[in-house]
């Protein structure tokens, strides 16, 4: 498959490998910030290629690991509401807030669809007017320009009943979030090659100098991820800290213009609550006044009677903030499973807690696993 | 009789948020995680038997000497036409598959429908003329059998069971606890197919493809390896959950690790790209024309030989091999390391990004 096999050849990867390793005179920690990359590095296992000398932080990038307990529970909420549709991407529907997941919301009677685009939410309310057709979008700024398309759409239709619970985060400020906490081990980030695609990378200049952190758009094939890893690693040995594009073949530095657009039209920048870290100044995205009319938080104000609580025992902070690797957690795998998760890495499979604990113990509680036999 | 399966061994007693568990939810069904659970805590307390115990598709019984294979399926696929075939050749080939997994020559089916009430005549014809047809193509015959009529939404137009009855050949023996460390892993052609054909034509989700159901009647197949590797210890065939949940729930039954080569499974490139798009892992796509067979190493290579050399098998490789490790499925990757195969808590969902 073109574009896919030549970035997971074998051959290609144990050289990346190499080069990542004959760079580096010291040892090195990166953090990625992408859940779809913290899948390829586990999945592949490519991290026991270069552990001499790279240390690989997971970071916040997991969408559905982001997206905060209150939103999950008026999505449940609503989903129990008569005359609602609740709408969905398939993997929220397991995520599990404060009162159950999707799925039960479902078994219980409520109207919950998988679709697999925006759109297609849209089409669905057009198709019957009788009822409210609400999208839970949430999601990094790879996903907002087909959610607020989906908006436009729906508003040149005239439609009234399709809205969007919209709770979207944008990665730069998390970025900075991670930098500033104290105990922060993160020499290098290798940014998410999607976001960076829509929105370019100038979001990120000021914080590579005012941080001094060389930022590498990274793709998500193995081959890519050791490519920005050794893009990184030379940066640092020569006391670099610009942003670097590894992942050309989709990365512009102006990002996609059309697609920013479309976006500007419908949100605006705003504070947002993430899911283990608390609010982030600037971390997300809110629907501007002029789109009040498809926002699921106006046209259904009173869906929680209190803001749920996270789970203290859960250290989500400190993981998607790298300073505190997943296995590190005296609650990993023992009081925390993908099963019973304390907290929101654990439930996506993007997230850091679940991606070790499919891929390295799974059935081997506190027995690390992934040995190296190349 | 197989050491019981404990899916939850690492989960704590402690449940910090309130996850369902008090209603059936739709991943109960997928055949992963959650259907294990739900056999073991709400099914199996309540029937254990020793045939039931063994874990395989279908229970061997003695009967008067003679030994007999039972099984029994049921059928809710949507749509109920698709690529390759409809629920009713699904009927009957999954049922003539379960038994021939038992190592079973079929003598008979049972075929019973519940229609929903407004269900089109035309279309139920169809269906029972491909029952009619699959079961002839297998030289077995339908011979008993029931109809139900539910009130308008409370069914889906169509529900089809039905339940096989065959003759294991004296001396056969292919209960999963008989995999042994030191067998090979064979799967007798590309995986995922079935499930890559529903996909693309479900609701909500068409996409042009030409991708069709592996749907087929495995019995033949079966009889031509058996035939040349005799000492095969277990046969499957990885219908829902895909190849994944049935190599889990072989390694749990056998209490044996099963290490798998990543670059070895056999996946076409149409579903490759699928699965690329949707973000599925073809391990964990239904077969329905497919099975995976265990074999001691000294008949890896006839075992092989015989299934490529038939139609059904033509792309048989060796995916694997079985280890005294833990009981659990491990994958080399393409760079050599290893890591853990998940077993998926239900249905393969599309993910955001």
Known sequence: ?374 | MSRAYDPNRLASPICPLPVESDLITLSHGAGAGASARLFEQVLWPHLKNEALGARHDGAVLDAGGARIAFTTDTFVVRPIEFPGGDIGVLAVHGTLNDLAMCGARPIGLSCALILEEGFPLATLGRVVASIAGAARASGVEVVTGDTKVVERGKGDGIFVNTAGVGIVPPGRDLRPARVEPGGIVIVSGPIGCHGAAILSVREGLEFDSDIVSDTAALPDLVESLLDAAPGTRCLRDPTRGGLGAALHEIASAAGVEIEIEELSIPVTEPVRVVCELLGLDPLFLASEGRLVAFVPEAEAERACAALRSHPLGRDAVRVGRVLAGRAGVVVRTRIGARRFLPLPAGDPLPRIC
Request: with cysteine; proline share 8%; net charge neutral.
């Open chain 1, 1 to 374: 498959m073109k574009y896919v096999d030549e970035y997971r050849d074998p051959e290609a990867l144990r050289r990346a490998a190499g080069r990542v390793l004959d760079g580096a005179t010291r040892p090195w920690t990166l953090m990625e910030v992408c859940g779809g990359q913290t899948h390829a590095i586990l999945e592949s296992g490519l991290d026991a290629l270069i552990a001499e000398r790279v240390t690989l932080l997971h970071g916040p990038g997991c969408p559905v690991c982001v997206t905060p307990l209150e939103t999950l529970d008026r999505a449940v909420s609503l989903a129990g509401t008569p005359g609602v549709i609740l709408c969905s991407f398939g993997d929220m529907l397991r995520v599990p807030g404060s009162r159950g997941d999707l799925f039960g919301a479902r078994a219980r009677g409520g109207d919950v669809r998988i679709v697999y685009s925006p759109l297609d939410a849209v089409r669905l309310a057009a198709r019957t007017p009788e009822a409210s057709v609400v999208f839970l979008a949430v999601g990094f700024e790879t996903t907002i320009p087909s959610v607020a398309a989906a908006a436009r759409w729906a508003r040149k239709q005239g439609l009234t009943n399709f809205f969007l619970l919209a709770s979207h985060v944008r990665v730069p400020p998390a970025l900075a979030a991670i930098l500033e906490a104290p105990g922060c081990r993160v020499d290098a980030f290798l940014a998410a090659g999607h976001v960076c695609t829509i929105m370019g990378t100038s979001e990120y200049e000021p914080i590579a100098r005012r941080f001094r952190v060389p930022i590498v758009a990274t793709g998500f094939e193995p081959l890519d991820i050791l490519q920005g890893i050794a893009l990184a690693v030379d940066q640092l040995e020569r006391g670099e800290a610009r942003v670097e594009i590894q992942y050309r073949r989709a990365v512009r530095p102006g990002g996609n213009p059309a697609a920013r657009a479309i976006v500007e039209d419908v949100f605006a920048i705003g504070d947002r609550p993430w899911r283990g870290i608390g609010v982030i100044p600037d971390g997300g995205f809110v629907m501007r006044e002029s789109w009040a009319g498809f926002d699921a938080l106006r046209a259904f104000p009173d869906l929680l009677s209190e803001i749920p609580r996270e789970s203290p025992a859960c250290r989500a902070a400190d993981v998607l903030r790298g300073v505190l690797r997943p296995p590190e957690c005296p609650e990993f795998g023992r009081g925390c499973t993908p099963d019973r998760p304390l907290g929101a890495p654990m439930v996506s499979a993007e997230g850091a807690c679940a991606a070790y604990f499919h891929y390295r113990i799974a059935g081997a509680a506190g027995e690390a696993g992934a040995e190296s036999i190349a």
